[in-house]
């Protein structure tokens, strides 16, 4: 669990060096690649396992500094790719941890940890934030147990990811966005259903006159092929 970061302004992409983007991929990513690669002949004579630590922000978009949150989805695609390359003798998995407390976040949040941490312990189901006890649980767990599983990515988050929780883009609790979204694809429904009937009916008078028209230069021809005589085949 080699792990590293940069700083970044948010939608400044020109504030990142590609040195600095490099560097976040190489310890994030590549390290992987190179110690999987050197333990890859030892852990398939053992029959082992893998457990790569990835991040939420590798899954869903937020406000983390672009290229660590690349790298991470990264590393949730490495896992799967490495699951299927060295299947069946090693199973391959990833946890993907939400707000984790201590250290990292205490860098990443600065003066606003505590604040921060607590509004986000409030709006998960669980009520408080990731530990690093909680990450090693479920990273044991996928090496004693879950013999059938790999390519998977673990989310550890107290159920924030799928709670009425908050979305940082609106100002707004993800139920009350869910509500929104659903108010609005009714409104649009409703228009729709109205465009649509109003449409058809054009389209029926559209085809109805062509088709009128058409009777008339070819009458004969139409009243043949659906009334055809009998005993006609």
């Known amino acids: ?29 590549r390290s992987i690649f190179l110690v999987t690669r050197a333990a890859a ?3 398939r004579t053992t029959k082992g396992c893998i457990v790569n630590t990835a991040s939420i922000v590798g899954l869903r978009p937020g406000p983390q500094p672009l290229p660590y949150a690349a790298s991470k989805a990264a ?44 509004r986000r312990a409030k709006l998960t189901p669980l009520k408080r934030c990731v530990t690093a006890d909680d990450v090693a649980e479920t990273m044991l767990s996928l090496i004693q147990g879950n013999r059938f599983v790999t390519g998977e990515v673990i989310v550890i988050d ?3 990811r799928r709670g009425p929780c908050f979305d940082p883009a609106s100002g707004l609790t993800r139920l009350a966005t869910m509500r929104v979204i659903r108010a609005a694809a009714d409104q649009r429904a409703a228009a729709m259903t109205a465009l649509g009937a109003e449409s058809e009916r054009m ?3 559209v085809l109805g006159n062509a ?3 058409y009777r008339e230069d070819h009458g004969g021809w139409l009243d043949r092929l659906q009334n055809p005589p009998k005993g006609a085949k």
């Open 211 to 213: 088709f009128s028209a």
């Open 41 to 43: 002949k030892m852990l």
């Open 75 to 118: 590393v949730v695609n490495l896992t799967k790719t490495l699951a299927y390359n060295l299947g069946p003798e090693v199973r391959v998995n990833a946890v993907a941890p939400g707000w984790m407390e201590g250290e990292w976040m205490e860098r990443m949040l600065k003066d606003k940890y505590d604040d921060l941490m607590g």
């Open 203 to 205: 389209l029926r008078r």
């Open 1 to 29: 669990n080699a792990g590293t970061t940069t700083s970044m302004k948010l939608k400044d992409l020109d504030s990142i060096s590609v040195d600095e983007w490099d560097k976040v991929f190489a310890v994030n990513v």
């Open 158 to 160: 107290g159920g924030f």
